[in-house]
């Protein structure tokens, strides 16, 4: 998914990677993007606070094509 720029999110205590994007995007399935733009915390599960995440501003929210049909 193209990006045109990013914008750095702090991380709170205990938050993980779907509330991060729900918060960036409003749709906790958009987890992956964020994921691949921060390889070095990829086997982070919960933030401990303060980890500065790279949150990818994409021109759409897509949805994954391995969605059935009644979560697209």
């Not at 998914?1 to 990013?6: A, E, L, Q, R, V």
């Not at 691949?36 to 086997?43: C, F, H, K, Q, R």
């Not at 990818?56 to 994954?64: S, Y």
Request: hydrophobic share 40%.
């Amino acid at each position: 998914m193209p990006s045109t720029s990013n914008y750095v999110h702090v991380a709170a205590a205990g938050e993980t990677w779907d509330a991060i994007a729900y918060e960036a995007y409003l749709d906790e399935r958009m987890a992956t993007t964020v994921l691949e733009a921060n390889p070095d915390y990829i086997d982070v599960v919960a933030f401990e606070g303060g980890e500065r995440i790279i949150v990818p501003i994409v021109d759409k929210v897509k949805t994954p094509e391995t969605l059935p049909p009644w979560r697209r």
